[in-house]
């Protein structure tokens, strides 16, 4: 009915869905919205149209993007055990160590356990890498990048 290329309708649905989701998404304002959509180069008449669009349907769309988060589960609790096994019948003086980690999580209501069994020096190395991932958040690229999540 259009007389225009499937592809075409395609990638304008496609840029339309993209602007109103990210707009919404960043909650910007009606003069950031007007000049983000300035660019493209429409009609007056459209952007308004647009801006319109937009207004109607942030809070709805901030909802429905709210929904598909995916829920992860949070911390509740951490049992922890320390076992060393020192000698076998093999072998009679030998020192094997091993944590064992009972997590405690809440899902949805719900409390699952899960249970982990690792090395002391694996132990070691996870914490390292934990303590350097809460270092880098503490950088101004990762600052920028979480207030944009938001």
């Given at each position: 009915?259009?007389n ?16 109103l989701?990210?707009?919404s ?6 003069a ?7 660019v493209l180069?429409?009609s007056?008449e ?7 669009l ?10 429905i993007?709210?929904?598909l ?31 064992t ?6 899902q949805?209501e ?6 982990l ?5 694996t132990?070691?190395h996870?914490?390292q890498q ?9 950088t101004?690229?990762?600052r920028?990048?979480?207030r944009?999540?938001?």
């Amino acid at each position: 009915k259009l007389n225009v290329d499937v592809d075409t309708v395609q990638h304008g649905v496609e840029g339309l869905t993209y602007l109103l989701t990210e707009s919404s998404k960043l909650m910007i304002s009606e003069a950031d919205f007007q000049d983000s959509i300035h660019v493209l180069g429409f009609s007056d008449e459209l952007n308004k149209l647009l801006l319109q669009l937009y207004l109607d349907n942030r809070k709805e769309v901030r909802s429905i993007l709210g929904e598909l988060t995916p829920k992860l589960p949070s911390y509740h609790n951490l049992e922890w055990r320390l076992d060393v096994q020192l000698a076998s019948r093999s072998l009679r003086q030998q020192i094997k160590p091993a944590v064992t980690i009972k997590l405690h999580l809440n899902q949805h209501e719900d409390q699952t356990t899960q249970v982990l069994q690792t090395d002391p020096s694996t132990l070691l190395h996870l914490i390292q890498q934990l303590e350097q991932a809460l270092g880098e958040m503490k950088t101004n690229h990762c600052r920028r990048i979480v207030r944009n999540m938001k």
